[in-house]
């Protein structure tokens, strides 16, 4: 429930990609425990860096995410950290499909292989145990431009394959909607682009709305 700067930095070389991304909350944000209790849980922090290579219709990455403390974004962050019991990082692989222009069908499954992403404890907890949980999304989404607009379009479709404390405790569709992207003129020779988004997740009866300018 805050707004956010999320800068990004890439560099590519036959197929090869080499980046860094990362997502810092403007204002702190808060969580709702019940009726009467909030926990402050600072602002939200996350620096990931990330490297894949593409072949065709075909992409393999791997991400480091690392996301401090949940309760407190702000506090106890060891960046080097890397023993697997406490660390903050996160490894993904990702394999993804991106289909040629005549399908433009878009296919991602991604599984976290090490890191912040544990299993269940002794007593039934996802993410306090002490083994990794391979938590595995999968997504799939079709986009296209609408010529007369202007505007692409890309409605999309994900889930959680199996209980994890990054997704949540349910196996389901956690990812269901559409992001619409329109450059608008701004002089001759730059636009800015805009771009809105909608989604639901349906296992969790929750709804978002999402609107992000790039610069």
């Known amino acids: 429930n805050s707004p956010a700067i999320q800068p ?21 944000q808060t969580m709702q425990l019940n009726d009467t209790t909030f926990v ?8 990931d860096f990330y490297i894949s290579y593409t072949y065709k219709w075909f992409t393999v990455m791997f991400f480091d995410f690392f996301l401090p403390n949940g309760m407190n ?3 106890d962050n060891n960046y080097y950290d890397l023993k697997k019991a406490t ?8 394999l993804i499909f991106n289909g040629p222009e005549k399908l433009p069908l878009q296919v991602m499954v991604s599984t976290l292989l090490w890191g912040a992403d544990k299993n269940k404890d002794t007593t039934g907890v996802v993410g306090l145990g002490d083994k990794n949980n391979f938590s595995t999304y999968i997504e799939a989404s079709y986009p296209f431009e609408i010529s007369k607009l202007k505007m692409s379009l890309k409605p999309f479709v994900g889930a959680s394959l199996k209980e994890s404390s990054w997704y949540g405790e349910k196996v389901g569709v956690i990812n269901l ?9 701004i002089t001759s020779v ?15 009866k929750s709804m978002f709305l999402v609107f992000g300018i790039s610069i």
């Open 190 to 204: 730059y636009s800015l682009p805009v771009q809105f988004s909608v989604i639901t997740n349906p296992v969790y």
């Open 40 to 47: 402050n849980l600072g602002n939200y922090a996350e620096t």
């Open 73 to 75: 974004p702000n506090t």
């Open 177 to 185: 909607g559409f992001t619409a992207k329109k450059e608008i003129p």
């Open 8 to 28: 990004n930095f890439a560099f590519s070389w036959k197929g090869f990609s080499v980046g860094a991304w990362g997502s810092y909350g403007i204002t702190q």
């Open 87 to 94: 660390t903050g990082h996160t490894i993904e692989g990702s």
